[in-house]
């Protein structure tokens, strides 16, 4: 997971659409590699042709994402490695 800073495990308690972006705030359980607070927003892009991911309220997911500019963001590529066989 050379190409993300962060990888934690948590679940969805929200998703919102904005635009092109979805965002989906996710209570963090156990911290893998990074900095990660309890309680994080991850934006992906609202598209699954853009590597959007499709984040559902009330599901456990492991999340790949990159921190940059103050803004988690995630996507299908280095999601669905992580949470394929769940």
């Known amino acids: 997971m050379a190409a993300v800073n962060t990888v934690f495990e948590g679940r969805v308690l929200r998703v ?6 979805v965002y989906a705030d996710v209570e963090m359980s156990r911290t893998l590699k990074g900095t990660v607070p309890r309680i994080v927003e991850v934006g ?8 959007g991911y499709p984040f559902r309220a009330g599901e456990r997911v492991m999340v790949a994402a990159q921190f940059a500019q103050q803004q988690f963001t ?10 394929s066989a769940r």
């Open 16 to 21: 919102r659409k904005d635009g092109n972006t």
């Open 44 to 51: 992906t892009p609202a598209s699954s042709a853009a590597c």
């Open 74 to 83: 995630a996507n299908m590529c280095t999601m669905m490695p992580l949470n």
